[in-house]
């Protein structure tokens, strides 16, 4: 489709502001939904978003543009630059610690953001936002062969623009205003025109929490889980200990949440909860065998259940069936477009470059099902996921923007259907998965074979001190005995590592400060003996 650039209007701040940010968002959806392939549509409402502080949605919105206009016009991707100069420099060099395939994503991101800038011939500070990132990128992955050379390539068409850019500031003697916008740190998984919170509801009042406690117990029931039950709290901090859930009026959105408790006296050792996961990665590694469908480990199967066109594995007839009525089919056609996806993930090993696998096949089970993404069985009830620290939260939204258009690329999404997978939509789907995902780990080396997320086992709270555990066999049983009203916890870390680096791996990412009863009382010991020592 092509379209006159000059049509291109971009709306007056002014216009904007005299609208309320989530009616002026609203108005461009409407306008979206009913002609999906305008452009202008599409440039205007990433102009909107940005405005109000959300530059990852805007990037998308953006990018739809440029793709249907496919010349890349300058105004079109103006909402890039505003994007890229958010913070950009302060984030790189913070020196982060990424493992070799993270610092890739994040080397290539960089490497996508400086292209935007120069290729769209941006000037000043955006330009030299744009070499940066591209030397700090190049000098991040100093061995790989490719990148280096695309870089480089790019890195001297970055460097001829702004050569001509100060020849211009010369002979002109301009004044160049140079705008930045702040990058907002991630929120929690919803944008500010929606007025619900974190879990997409509005409940504010103790009548409305004593509804979700039914709505959540009802969840319960169905799955037979007689010994436990779910109650909500508005609280300023869950530290994981009975006592020490906090209610109170004055929360902000992100403290509704539920926890575990039991309803009469467990044994230790006895099964509190038993479900199947709501969806299961696999990455296939080839010593570690294990079914599609439920993760179950599968080399000693003497029967394997195989899908004849893509030779993926299952243990048994019921999960075979299972994914065919619910993801397979929409995914066994496209296979070879997801071995990309795999390979990322087998090369890392690790939790954040897994997640994406996950989040395709939600994907693949909302398209098959004809089900809204955030609507599938078991989604609405995760709480997403939100970072404490702006490097993280930098780190996170680069592979979460890395891997957006790839997804709907992979699976042919169309602009008729880009509104139904929305970047704010997928974003808030990747935070669930973030916050609730179950790591499977190799026998071999301990390392990632997989991830799974549950509905109900993800309402357990943390403490580095817990009473329950999760079992490969897709259920939580007690590890001591645990008394009536008692909080049922499991551990999101490893226990045995010092309380420093529990702190700091929960922080990083869960995004809260443990404050359970083992914390506080190692946090006494090591003030004692600091004490003792000066
Ligand atoms: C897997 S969910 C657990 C259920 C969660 N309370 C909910 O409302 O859905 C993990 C989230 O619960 C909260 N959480 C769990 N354990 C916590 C703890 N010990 N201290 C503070 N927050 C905790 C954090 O917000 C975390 O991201």
Redesign the pocket.
């Known amino acids: 489709m092509s379209t006159n650039p000059r049509k291109i209007r971009v709306p007056a701040q002014e216009d904007l502001a005299n609208l309320p940010p989530n009616q002026s968002f609203q108005h461009m959806t409407g306008l979206i939904r009913k002609h999906p392939h305008n452009p202008i549509l599409w440039h205007n409402r990433a102009y909107v978003v940005l405005q109000m502080g959300y530059p990852d949605q805007a990037i998308s919105d953006a990018k739809h543009a440029c793709d249907l206009i496919k010349s890349g016009q300058p105004q079109v991707v103006s909402a890039l630059t505003s994007y890229l100069s958010c913070n950009l420099e302060k984030n790189i060099r913070e020196n982060i610690e990424f493992e070799h395939a993270e610092r890739k994503f994040a080397c290539e991101a960089l490497y996508t953001y400086a292209r935007a800038l120069i290729v769209s011939r941006f000037q000043g500070d955006d330009l030299k936002i744009a070499l940066i990132s591209l030397k700090d990128a190049m000098s991040r992955l100093p061995h790989d062969a490719d990148f280096q050379i695309k870089a480089k390539r790019l890195e001297e068409q970055g460097k001829k623009e702004y050569h001509n850019f100060l020849e211009y500031l010369k002979s002109n003697k301009d004044h160049i205003a140079l705008r930045a916008i702040k990058r907002p740190g991630m929120r929690d998984g919803r944008y500010p025109w929606d007025t619900m919170d974190a879990?997409g509801r509005t409940a504010r009042t103790k009548e409305g929490l004593r509804e979700l406690d039914k709505e959540y117990n009802e969840v319960l029931d169905k799955l037979g889980a007689s010994k436990v039950e779910a109650r909500f709290a508005i609280c300023y901090?869950?530290?994981?200990g009975p006592n020490n859930v906090q209610e109170t009026t004055g929360f902000t959105a992100?403290d509704?949440?539920?926890?575990m408790y039991a309803k009469r006296p467990i044994r230790n050792g006895e099964s509190v909860l038993c479900e199947r996961a709501i969806a299961n990665v696999n990455l296939r590694l080839n010593n570690d065998v294990r079914c599609e469908h439920c993760n179950v480990v599968c080399d000693h199967l003497v029967r394997r259940h195989e899908c004849p066109r893509c030779q993926i594995i299952y243990c048994s007839t019921r999960c075979r069936k299972e994914a065919d009525a619910t993801y397979h089919k929409v995914l066994c056609k496209r296979h070879h477009q997801f071995e990309w996806f795999f390979e990322q993930a087998r090369k890392a090993r690790t939790t954040p470059v897994t997640f994406p696998l996950q989040v395709v096949k939600l994907f693949a089970m909302s398209l098959q099902t004809s089900t809204p993404l955030l609507e599938l069985p078991g989604i609405t009830h995760?709480?997403p996921?939100?970072p404490a620290r702006d490097g993280v939260s930098y780190l996170i939204a680069s592979t979460v923007t890395y891997y957006y258009p790839r997804i709907l690329e992979a699976f042919e999404i169309g602009p008729e259907q880009w509104l139904d997978y929305d970047y704010w939509i997928y974003e808030t789907l990747c935070r669930m998965i973030m916050?609730?995902s179950f790591r499977i780990q190799a026998r071999e080396d301990g390392k990632t074979s997989g991830l799974k997320i549950f509905e109900a086992t993800?309402?357990?709270?943390?403490?580095c001190d817990p009473n329950c555990q999760v079992s490969g066999v897709d259920q939580v049983e007690a590890i001591r005995p645990i008394s009536s009203g008692e909080e049922l916890?499991i551990t999101?870390c490893e226990s045995d590592i010092p309380r420093a680096d529990r702190q700091d791996k929960?922080e990083l990412s869960?995004?809260?400060?443990?404050?359970?009863s083992r914390c506080e009382a190692e946090d006494v010991v090591t003030v004692t003996l600091g004490s003792m020592m000066i």
């Open positions: 879990r901090r869950i530290t994981g992100d509704l949440q539920v926890g995760l709480r996921w939100s916050g609730n993800s309402w357990f709270n943390h403490s916890t999101y929960l869960f995004g809260f400060e443990c404050t359970c």
